[in-house]
């Protein structure tokens, strides 16, 4: 049984909206851990998108900021990734990321693509 499993990936035209999903195990959500979003565009390093601060807060990458929303829902132990206004260079794998008691977890990825 996979620790992160995600989804809510597709095809979305630019100025369109996407919602990723990422189920948690219970073990590891936890309010000590690192949750963030992640994501890889072909030829590209994998770049931290958006993630919890340790004070509570959240922070984003700049090319995301007043675009994107990171959220976690602790009933169902899902983080959330809300993506409005969506660019083509937002293209992409987004991977799901948490990291604790030592360890670090990482969804399956799923595709984003922004495109007429």
């Known amino acids: 049984q996979a620790q992160l499993q995600e989804s809510g990936g597709g095809l979305v035209q630019p100025g369109g909206s996407l919602t990723l999903s990422c189920v948690v195990s219970q073990s590891i959500f936890s309010r000590h851990a690192f949750m963030g979003w992640y994501r890889q565009a072909p030829g590209k390093e994998r770049e931290l998108v958006a993630h919890f601060t340790s004070g509570g807060g959240r922070d984003y990458t700049d090319s995301v900021k007043g675009r994107f929303t990171i959220s976690r829902d602790t009933l169902t132990n899902t983080l959330y990734l809300l993506m409005n206004s969506l660019k083509p260079e937002d293209t992409g794998v987004y991977f799901c990321?948490?990291?604790?008691?030592?360890?670090?977890?990482w969804g399956q990825g799923t595709q984003v693509t922004v495109s007429w």
């Open positions: 990321n948490v990291q604790h008691g030592g360890s670090v977890y």
